[in-house]
């Protein structure tokens, strides 16, 4: 499955190559469920990097790959603030690589209600749950806590709703961790 019903999604990303595998930046406009590619000429899909959500208005769920290792600041944050307003999982492989979310990944406000991380995250960064106010699910497989570095709604409860700057957790938020 690729973006707007293509089987070759590599003509949908560019690609940089990086020291052991590629880097993508997205190069055109998706629909429904995006899938990152874990490969391309043979090397693995390492990192995400600035996919303009302003393009992305109607996906609704994202894939990722087990190859991915990071998703790069600011990576989904769209520049007309109006991104990805059907987005409602992300959903990573259990066994899968990534290992962390940098500052402001998912940055504009969406549906998101479901997040699934896998078990070798180890850093969720700043404010990257910032304006998902219907986030409901975070799965996280990893049986050590990933580091949080501040918070990641930028939660301030000295603020009014109102603020621009303000995320406060949905009521029915729960995060999901493995047993041990």
Same mark, same amino acid.
Request: with cysteine; net charge negative.
């Given at each position: 499955? *690729? ?5 070759? $999604? /590599? ?8 020291? *052991? !595998? ?41 894939? !990722? /790959? ?10 989904? /944050? ?17 066994? *899968? ?27 969720? !960064? ?22 949080? $570095? ?31």
């Amino acid at each position: 499955a *690729g973006c707007n019903g293509s089987s070759d $999604d /590599s003509r949908n990303y560019k690609y940089i190559e990086i020291d *052991g !595998g590629y880097k993508i930046w997205a190069s055109s406009n998706y629909e429904g469920v995006l899938t990152i590619p874990e490969n391309y000429k043979d090397l693995p899909v390492l990192e995400i990097d600035l996919f303009d959500s302003s393009n992305s208005r109607n996906v609704t769920k994202i894939i !990722g /790959s087990k190859n991915l290792i990071s998703i790069n600041a600011w990576c989904f /944050s769209g520049r007309d603030q109006k991104s990805m307003d059907n987005l409602t999982e992300v959903i990573f492989p259990k066994n *899968g690589e990534l290992k962390k979310i940098e500052t402001m990944a998912s940055y504009w406000p969406t549906p998101l209600k479901t997040v699934v991380r896998p078990d070798k995250i180890e850093y969720l !960064g700043d404010g990257i749950f910032e304006r998902c106010f219907a986030l409901e699910n975070l799965v996280i497989y990893n049986p050590i806590p990933p580091i949080m $570095d501040g918070d990641i709604f930028n939660w301030d409860a000295t603020l009014s709703n109102d603020e621009y700057w303000h995320t406060k957790p949905n009521n029915n938020f729960t995060v999901f961790v493995p047993d041990e």
